[in-house]
Nanobody
Framework: QVQLVESGGGLVQAGGSLRLSCAAS????????SGWFRQAPGKEREFVTA????????YYADSVKGRFTISKDNAKNTVYLQMNSLKPEDTAVYYC?????????????????WGQGTQVTVSS
């Protein structure tokens, strides 16, 4: 079992930046694939990005490619999401997730562990 706690959300103007953190506890994070998803009101949860256990491989949704960066510090059991050039359409609750399979999936059903979410609001 692993517990995930997100932080770093907030209100930012369009064009601004935020960095989200996801702290893991309970078990070592080094064997988990970590991902970020988001869910806007009235919409389904969507994949944003993910990183493989040792941090060597990442994948991004087209909508955030070039603007968002995922990184992982295994020593701190923490995953980060650096979000730059934010747009109003990035407004959502952002969730950290992890799976034990070791692979990157865009399907949220493939992730066994989830954080409680953190709100990101981008004003125009």
């Amino acid at each position: 079992q692993v517990q995930l706690v997100e932080s770093g959300g907030g209100l930012v103007q369009a064009g601004g930046s935020l960095r989200l953190s996801c702290a893991a506890s309970g078990r070592t994070f080094t064997t988990y694939t970590s991902g970020w998803f988001r869910q806007a009101p009235g919409k389904e949860r969507e994949f944003v990005t993910a990183i493989r256990p040792m941090g060597g491989s990442t994948y991004y949704a087209d909508s955030v490619k070039g603007r968002f960066t995922i990184s992982k510090d295994n020593a701190k059991n923490t995953v980060y999401l650096q979000m730059n050039s934010l747009k109003p359409e990035d407004t959502a609750v952002y969730y950290c997730a992890a799976n034990t399979y070791g692979y990157i999936y865009t399907d949220p059903a493939k992730y066994e562990f989830w954080g409680q979410g953190t709100q990101v609001t981008v004003s125009s």
